[in-house]
């Protein structure tokens, strides 16, 4: 069951970026799902999916589903880190 393991990555991923990013500011946040979303979550879910995809269809052609399922997961978290980094830090009113 090697599509077992692109499972628990993606999901041990998720729980260090959740915790990486607790009590932190919006902005550091956005860069640390986008990071994780493209290095951690989305080759390993896609791998995972597309091998999981393969065994219900009994066709191991069925696989190459992930190579449509990894870009977009990819450019999800590419915009996630643009708006991270571009985003502008909110000022409080006492700060003015």
């Known amino acids: ?21 607790k009590e932190k500011m919006k902005k550091r946040k956005y860069i640390i799902w986008g990071i994780t979303l493209m290095l951690a ?16 269809a009994e066709n191991g052609w069925a696989a190459l589903i ?16 643009l708006i991270g980094i571009f985003k502008r830090e909110e000022r409080k009113e006492a700060d003015l």
Not at 12 to 19: E, L, N, S, V
Not at 66 to 81: A, D, E, Q, R, T
């Open 41 to 56: 979550i989305a080759p390993f879910l896609s791998f995972a999916i597309g091998l999981t995809y393969a065994v219900i």
């Open 66 to 81: 992930m190579w449509y399922i990894f870009p977009l997961i990819f450019v999800i978290g590419l915009i996630v880190l």
């Open 1 to 21: 069951m090697p599509f077992v393991v692109g499972y628990g990555i993606a999901i041990i991923g998720a729980i260090i970026a959740y915790r990486l990013s």
